[in-house]
């Protein structure tokens, strides 16, 4: 918790100084409650004036200090060009045919190298044609016998 003093010599230093140092001097009670809510005086909204002791502020640019860093610059730079060929990308996929085709209605090229669905086939005497490999008894679960 602050002193009072600290609290009415950072009262002087806002625009309502008067105000809160006229309270002060009327009373022999501190200008401030020790109350949570009330520790810090209320401005009434105004943000402006000086800014109080041991405040540090960030010095002004110079004329010979550049605004931005190399990086900055080079930053910029490669994003403009990056977002200038995303946007080419973008045009010349906007102007390609749709590669979508209505399945049910249309079917697509079947390729020469096409055999059929898998499945496992088996001749009129019950025996499976398999070229030996058992993948398709694995996949299937069916047992030779």
Request: charged share 20%; hydrophobic share 30%; proline share 11%.
């Amino acid at each position: 918790m602050s002193s009072p003093r600290v609290l009415t010599a950072l009262a002087r230093s806002r625009p309502t100084a008067s105000r809160l140092t006229a309270t002060a001097g009327r009373y022999s009670a501190p200008a401030f409650s020790t109350s949570a809510q009330a520790q810090r005086p209320t401005l009434g909204g105004q943000t402006e004036g000086p800014a109080p002791e041991n405040f540090r502020m960030t010095p002004p640019p110079r004329w010979n200090q550049p605004k931005d860093s190399l990086m900055d610059h080079a930053g910029k730079y490669f994003l403009l060009g990056e977002m200038a060929r995303g946007m080419y990308v973008l045009l010349e996929q906007f102007f390609r045919p749709p590669y979508t085709i209505y399945y049910p209605f249309e079917k697509g090229p079947i390729s020469p190298r096409f055999r059929g669905e898998h499945a496992l086939r088996r001749y009129p005497t019950g025996e499976e044609r398999c070229i030996a490999c058992k993948l398709s008894e694995g996949q299937h679960g069916t047992t030779l016998t």
